[in-house]
T-cell receptor, first 111, second 113 residues
């Protein structure tokens, strides 16, 4: 699985958009970009994933650059409950492919 | 509500005892996974299974055992052979189609006294 690089921490004002970047310069053609988040002492929560195109769901938007070497997770209107560690993961879809969680980005949403 | 349940949330055991962690899902997912998370660390894969009565070792299977007698259940036994069992244990499941997004349970925190 390709390695990802994320900033260790970010702050965001409540109600504003949170933009979390991720670099994955060694991603291969069949690998997806996944985002999960983990609130302290809870299981990771799936947010969104994509291959090439930008994706949007009820939680967030995922913007993937054309060369696929980086992506940005956007939480459009951050709330205090969005404070968590956000993990960007790159993985293929083969059976048994584990999720490799790096250090992630600690997002602090402040009122 | 569909989802993954893990019980208990907190578990304490004495050194030298085996303990079994429960994981149940009603998502009709074929594949199930067990991960371990240590403080400030990422997740490490222990075991995974794609079908009843079949499972494979992950990266850190030593000292653990699993069974998959039913599609919806994938219990993990932490044996006395596991040297450092105190950790946060997470169960996940996924379908076996083209989208194998893994969904996680709430976790069980095991403490060995």
């Amino acid at each position: 699985d390709a390695k990802t690089t994320q900033p260790p921490s970010m702050d965001c004002a409540e109600g504003r958009a949170a933009n979390l970047p991720c670099n994955h310069s060694t991603i291969s053609g069949n690998e997806y970009v996944y985002w999960y988040r983990q609130i302290h002492s809870q299981g990771p929560q799936y947010i969104i994933h994509g291959l090439k195109n930008n994706e949007t769901n009820e939680m967030a938007s995922l913007i993937i650059t054309e060369d696929r070497k980086s992506s940005t997770l956007i939480l459009p209107h951050a709330t205090l409950r969005d404070t968590a560690v956000y993990y960007c993961i790159v993985r293929g879809m083969e059976y048994g492919n584990k999720l490799v969680f790096g250090a992630g980005t600690i997002l602090r949403v402040k009122s | 509500d569909g989802g993954i349940t893990q019980s208990p949330k907190y578990l304490f055991r004495k050194e030298g005892q085996n303990v079994t962690l429960s994981c149940e899902q009603n998502l009709n997912h074929d594949a199930m996974y067990w991960y371990r998370q240590d403080p400030g660390q990422g997740l490490r894969l222990i075991y995974y299974s794609q079908i009843v009565n079949d499972f494979q070792k992950g990266d850190i299977a030593e000292g653990y055992s699993v069974s998959r007698e039913k599609k919806e259940s994938f219990p993990l036994t932490v044996t006395s052979a596991q040297k450092n069992p105190t950790a946060f244990y997470l169960c996940a499941s996924s379908i076996m189609g083209s989208d194998r997004t893994q969904y996680f349970g709430p976790g069980t925190r095991l403490t060995v006294l």
